[in-house]
């Protein structure tokens, strides 16, 4: 079973130094997104807080976090971005996919559109 990536821009609201867009890994498992520390600050992202995060290895690491526009498919949003180590594949999280209404189909690990935005 393949991997699902997307085009994912990223924004700061602060002092903004223009748009972190790369193809950002889909994980259904992680609950904010995650891109190298380096690219967000280049685009003027701030660190606003930290937060201990459980990894898919089972380890617990401490983090910290920034706010941030996130755009894609069409769609725009806002959320967390983790400051993560230089080199690592930035994630786009499940909290980004569901507050659009973009969720992903596990049989065929594409993302799809809800026909409307769960409000129940």
Do not use: Q
């Amino acid at each position: 079973m393949g991997l699902t990536h997307v085009t994912v821009a990223l924004k700061g609201f602060a002092a903004s130094n223009g748009t972190y867009e790369a193809d950002f890994l889909v994980d259904r498992g992680a609950t904010d997104c995650f891109a190298s520390a380096g690219e967000l600050k280049k685009i003027g992202v701030r660190e606003v807080g930290r937060t201990a995060y459980e990894l898919a290895n089972g380890r617990v690491e401490e983090y910290s976090f920034g706010l941030v526009e996130i755009a894609f498919m069409g769609e725009i949003t806002a959320g967390r971005v983790i400051f993560g180590p230089e080199g690592v594949e930035p994630i786009l999280g499940v909290t980004a996919l569901e507050s659009v209404g973009i969720t992903i189909d596990p049989a065929s690990r594409t993302l799809k559109r809800l026909p409307a935005i769960p409000l129940k």
